[in-house]
């Protein structure tokens, strides 16, 4: 990856975290004012909002690698599902520090301390499995991006040429049928005969690429 393009990567997913952790924090507010009003701040419940909370932002976050990498457009090269991989567990780990406070934070106001040791292996478990989501996500994008570049302009060109000639033999049959009478036939036999000769193309081109 080129390392302006990276570097633009890193900075993109920073503000994506930073952006995140404000809309966390301002559900988080709510949910204590909310807990307090119904006398619920120090209950169990106060601790698995915060980690639906977090939840959510993880995948999200891994969303937004996706739909980034996705928008910039990238000609495939053969590193390139390692280095998006590579920058979205940076930007994890980096949400993961900004989370981990506030979970603490958040369970300490619950009145059970003790509890962060208990249930961070829980968290980070939710964490896991969104990253083996992307990974399965980002395989399939790189995937398609290495196919659309395998295919020259020109197959795709001829392709395009041997369904058009395709569905003009099936046009032309389907009107010989209502009028048998009508001079069609050598309009067939010429449409069948240029068809072997696109696929002769397609089968050269392929030859030349590899």
């Known amino acids: 990856m080129h390392p302006e393009i990276k570097e633009n990567f890193q900075e993109k997913m920073r503000l994506v975290v930073l952006d995140l952790m404000s809309h966390m924090d301002e ?25 639906d909370f977090i939840a959510q932002g993880n995948a ?3 969303q937004s690698v996706l739909d980034y990498f996705q928008d910039l457009n990238l000609a495939y090269y053969p590193t390139m599902e390692v280095d998006i ?6 930007a994890q780990e980096l949400y993961k520090t900004e989370c981990l406070p506030r979970f603490q934070k958040s369970i300490e106001l619950a009145g059970k301390p003790s509890l962060y040791e208990r249930m961070l292996p829980e968290v980070e478990s939710g ?6 989501k992307f990974q399965n996500s980002l395989n399939a994008v790189v995937v398609q991006i290495k196919l659309s570049k395998e295919i020259p302009p020109m197959t795709k060109v001829l392709w395009g040429l041997e369904a058009l000639l395709l569905l003009s033999i099936m046009f032309i049959a389907g009107m010989w049928f209502k009028d048998p009478e009508g001079n069609y036939e050598p309009l067939v036999v010429g449409l069948s005969i240029a068809m072997p000769l696109v696929l002769v193309g397609i089968k050269l081109i392929a030859k030349k690429v590899t």
């Open 85 to 90: 991989q590579s920058l979205a567990i940076s």
């Open 127 to 132: 964490m896991a499995t969104d990253l083996a």
């Open 60 to 62: 999200s976050l891994y």
């Open 27 to 51: 559900d988080i507010k709510a949910m204590l004012a909310e807990h307090s009003a119904k006398g619920l701040l120090r209950s169990g419940n106060t601790i698995k909002r915060t980690m």
